[in-house]
């Protein structure tokens, strides 16, 4: 904590699918105090959600309760507030200047016509839950796991012909979590529910206009999470807005939405009167934009172009910082939430921790204490590059879904494949259940996410120095499987890093912590100073980062990439395989 009893500090959210988090930083990027609401240990009972969530399975629905972020926010800032009170000497809430933040992407909230009125006028003295459940449309936000809109998808890949060309239109294909096809979908099966409402905010820009009092505008990088911004011409693509308002009902949706906000620095106004009477904020503290949580944890460190985020946790998300557009059906651009010009690619893939856990589970169950991952790893290093215990043996390569992957679209299953490690000739598929040992598939699943990944940012990395084969220069490492040494010494040999890979130690609030970060740079940033340069000149690397693995080895790296094209043809040959 800085020494200064009267310097400012800044505030970051991170509303995401099982946790609201709040994280205070200082000037120079040091963590003051944070606080954290489970949604299931704090609110299970009262809202019968499970992991943050209700389930409708035979719909695909998977969506979450306004209300619950609602209390949540009540809850948040009051252990903010006493967390920071008890330190020594107690710290301030009214010396926080700025807040920023992110929130789960795609997800959205719908706002009627009194949304505005009451939200200007809320009463302190009344938690927001009792207040702004009158200001909805929807009691309920669809979450990102949600399945139900093929449809609608189907409908928006084929608006300019086919998925490729709306890729290059909004930066992605149409997926089934995507707000567009959210929207449109709730307008088919609940029209009054549409019709009643007067503006749609992203998770992201509904938290801001809480904090706001008012309706905050969408996020310059959040809006490129709906299908519906036109990336060349950064704007609502008008065409895209009628498919999913019908015809007539293009202009309608554009207010409903509203002119996102360009200049991720750019002030939206002060705090709601309702904070600063009810946890003390200072009447002058700004509210920046909020962003999407994956835009976020690029900001939580100065991610240089050529470096990588690989966020191992339930699902596995890549994250790039790139000056380069070249979108693809298969994966995401968006605008950088800082940097004008810049893009963040990302790949984002369903099956990452669990299905690691479905296959460390198969092996012999542990010593009593045990986690079993202690297992899993001795098998992902007693096997050798790509399964060949000899030079002659073939290449193994392996999918491992339990649910269907959108990365590529590919139903849930496990395929076993090998191919001549020399140049990836001779493709065949193996028995799933006789082609190798248990142990074998430990190392071949972590392989076979890492070359998906290399596969598919390819285009994006070119040599980081000394005539060295085009690879990131750094990578690093967050999430729960960030920790795991196997893991990461895997991902380096598959994806390189010519400086190493690195675990990035934020205790799990990357996004909470960009949050925090956007709101400094926002308010002290001299004139012209992007982020990245603000960011590098405060940020501290000791404490902060720990190099886990090497990254780069010569000869291993390459020999992955002599397979890396029979890698691509044996997803297209499941692919084929399913559509026949």
Same mark, same amino acid.
């Given at each position: 904590?800085?020494?200064?009893?009267?310097?400012?500090?800044?505030?970051?959210?991170?509303?995401?699918?099982?946790?609201?988090?709040?994280?205070?930083?200082?000037?120079?990027?040091?963590?003051?105090?944070?606080? *954290?609401?489970?949604?299931?240990?704090?609110?299970?009972?009262?809202?019968?959600?499970?992991?943050?969530?209700?389930?409708?399975?035979?719909? =695909?629905?998977?969506?979450?309760?306004?209300?619950?972020?609602?209390?949540?926010?009540?809850?948040?800032?009051?252990?903010?507030?006493?967390?920071?009170?008890?330190?020594?000497?107690?710290?301030?809430?009214?010396?926080?200047? =700025?807040?920023?933040?992110?929130?789960?992407?795609?997800?959205?909230?719908?706002?009627?016509?009194?949304?505005?009125?009451?939200?200007?006028?809320?009463?302190?003295?009344? #938690?927001?839950?009792?207040?702004?459940?009158?200001?909805?449309?929807?009691?309920?936000?669809?979450?990102?796991?949600?399945?139900?809109? %093929?449809?609608?998808?189907?409908?928006?890949?084929?608006?300019?012909?086919?998925?490729?060309?709306?890729?290059?239109?909004?930066?992605?294909?149409?997926?089934?979590?995507?707000?567009?096809?959210?929207?449109?979908?709730?307008?088919?099966?609940? #029209?009054?529910?549409?019709?009643?409402?007067?503006?749609?905010?992203?998770?992201?820009?509904?938290?801001?206009?809480?904090?706001?009092?008012?309706?905050?505008?969408?996020?310059?990088?959040?809006?490129?999470?709906?299908?519906?911004?036109?990336?060349?011409?950064?704007?609502?693509? #008008?065409?895209?807005?009628?498919?999913?308002?019908? *015809?007539?009902?293009?202009?309608?949706?554009?207010?409903?939405?509203?002119?996102?906000?360009?200049?991720?620095?750019?002030?939206?106004?002060?705090?709601?009167?309702?904070?600063?009477?009810?946890?003390?904020?200072?009447?002058?503290?700004?509210?920046?934009?909020?962003?999407?949580?994956?835009?976020?944890?690029?900001?939580?460190?100065?991610?240089?172009?050529?470096?990588?985020?690989?966020?191992?946790?339930?699902?596995?998300?890549?994250?790039?910082?790139?000056?380069?557009?070249?979108?693809?059906?298969?994966?995401?651009?968006?605008?950088? #939430?800082?940097?004008?010009?810049?893009?963040?690619?990302?790949?984002?893939?369903?099956?990452?921790?669990?299905?690691?856990?479905?296959?460390?589970?198969?092996?012999?169950?542990?010593?009593?204490?045990?986690?079993?991952?202690?297992?899993?790893?001795?098998?992902?290093?007693?096997?050798?590059?790509? =399964?060949?215990?000899?030079?002659?043996?073939?290449?193994?390569?392996?999918?491992?879904?339990?649910?269907?992957?959108?990365?590529?679209?590919?139903?849930?299953?496990?395929?076993?494949?090998?191919?001549?490690?020399?140049?990836?000739?001779?493709?065949?598929?193996?028995?799933?259940? %006789?082609?190798?040992?248990?142990?074998?598939?430990?190392?071949?699943?972590?392989?076979?996410?890492?070359?998906?990944?290399?596969?598919?940012?390819?285009?994006?990395?070119?040599?980081?120095?000394?005539?060295?084969?085009?690879?990131?220069?750094?990578?690093?490492?967050?999430?729960?499987?960030?920790?795991?040494?196997?893991?990461?010494?895997?991902?380096?040999?598959?994806?390189?890093?010519?400086?190493?890979?690195?675990?990035?130690?934020?205790?799990?609030?990357?996004?909470?912590?960009?949050?925090?970060?956007?709101?400094?740079?926002?308010?002290?940033?001299?004139?012209?100073?992007?982020?990245?340069?603000?960011?590098?000149?405060?940020?501290?690397?000791?404490?902060?980062?720990?190099?886990?693995?090497?990254?780069?080895?010569?000869?291993?790296?390459?020999?992955?990439?002599?397979?890396?094209?029979?890698?691509?043809?044996?997803?297209?040959?499941?692919?084929?395989?399913?559509?026949?």
């Amino acid at each position: 904590m800085t020494a200064d009893n009267d310097s400012p500090l800044y505030l970051g959210f991170d509303l995401s699918t099982q946790q609201l988090k709040a994280i205070v930083v200082s000037s120079d990027l040091k963590t003051v105090a944070q606080a *954290k609401v489970d949604f299931d240990a704090d609110f299970g009972s009262a809202y019968g959600i499970k992991k943050g969530v209700h389930v409708r399975e035979e719909t =695909g629905e998977v969506y979450a309760p306004v209300g619950l972020w609602l209390e949540s926010l009540d809850l948040v800032l009051q252990r903010l507030s006493d967390t920071m009170f008890e330190q020594t000497p107690p710290v301030s809430m009214c010396r926080i200047r =700025g807040i920023s933040g992110s929130g789960q992407q795609h997800g959205s909230v719908y706002w009627n016509r009194e949304a505005e009125r009451i939200l200007a006028s809320l009463d302190a003295e009344k #938690p927001l839950a009792e207040q702004l459940d009158k200001a909805l449309a929807h009691e309920w936000s669809p979450n990102w796991q949600d399945q139900s809109t %093929q449809k609608e998808c189907d409908a928006f890949d084929a608006e300019f012909g086919d998925r490729e060309q709306l890729a290059q239109v909004t930066g992605s294909g149409a997926h089934h979590r995507f707000t567009g096809p959210q929207i449109m979908r709730l307008r088919r099966i609940r #029209p009054e529910v549409y019709a009643n409402t007067s503006r749609i905010s992203l998770v992201s820009s509904w938290l801001a206009s809480v904090l706001l009092g008012q309706i905050a505008p969408l996020d310059v990088g959040d809006v490129c999470g709906m299908n519906l911004w036109d990336m060349a011409n950064q704007r609502y693509s #008008p065409e895209l807005l009628a498919l999913a308002a019908g *015809k007539d009902g293009s202009d309608d949706l554009r207010a409903k939405l509203g002119e996102p906000c360009m200049d991720g620095g750019q002030s939206l106004g002060t705090v709601s009167s309702y904070f600063v009477n009810r946890y003390c904020f200072s009447k002058d503290c700004q509210i920046l934009p909020f962003t999407g949580d994956n835009p976020a944890t690029i900001l939580a460190l100065p991610l240089r172009p050529l470096d990588a985020i690989v966020s191992l946790g339930t699902s596995t998300t890549f994250l790039m910082n790139t000056p380069k557009y070249k979108p693809d059906g298969a994966y995401h651009f968006f605008n950088h #939430p800082t940097t004008k010009g810049h893009y963040m690619f990302m790949l984002c893939y369903k099956n990452g921790g669990l299905a690691r856990e479905r296959v460390r589970d198969a092996l012999p169950k542990p010593e009593p204490g045990g986690t079993g991952w202690e297992t899993f790893n001795k098998a992902v290093f007693d096997t050798p590059v790509l =399964g060949m215990h000899n030079k002659d043996d073939r290449a193994k390569m392996g999918l491992y879904f339990d649910l269907r992957e959108t990365v590529p679209n590919i139903r849930a299953g496990k395929w076993h494949f090998t191919c001549d490690a020399a140049d990836g000739s001779g493709l065949r598929e193996e028995d799933s259940d %006789q082609a190798w040992s248990k142990d074998t598939d430990a190392r071949i699943i972590v392989e076979s996410q890492a070359l998906s990944m290399r596969l598919r940012s390819q285009k994006l990395v070119h040599s980081p120095r000394d005539q060295l084969p085009a690879q990131p220069r750094r990578i690093y490492l967050v999430g729960g499987g960030s920790m795991n040494p196997a893991i990461a010494k895997t991902l380096g040999s598959v994806l390189g890093g010519a400086d190493g890979v690195f675990k990035l130690d934020v205790g799990g609030s990357a996004c909470a912590l960009g949050g925090a970060y956007k709101a400094v740079w926002a308010l002290e940033r001299s004139e012209g100073e992007t982020f990245d340069d603000l960011l590098a000149g405060r940020w501290q690397e000791e404490g902060s980062i720990e190099k886990v693995d090497v990254g780069y080895r010569e000869g291993t790296y390459e020999q992955y990439g002599k397979v890396l094209g029979a890698f691509e043809e044996m997803e297209k040959k499941i692919l084929e395989d399913e559509e026949r």
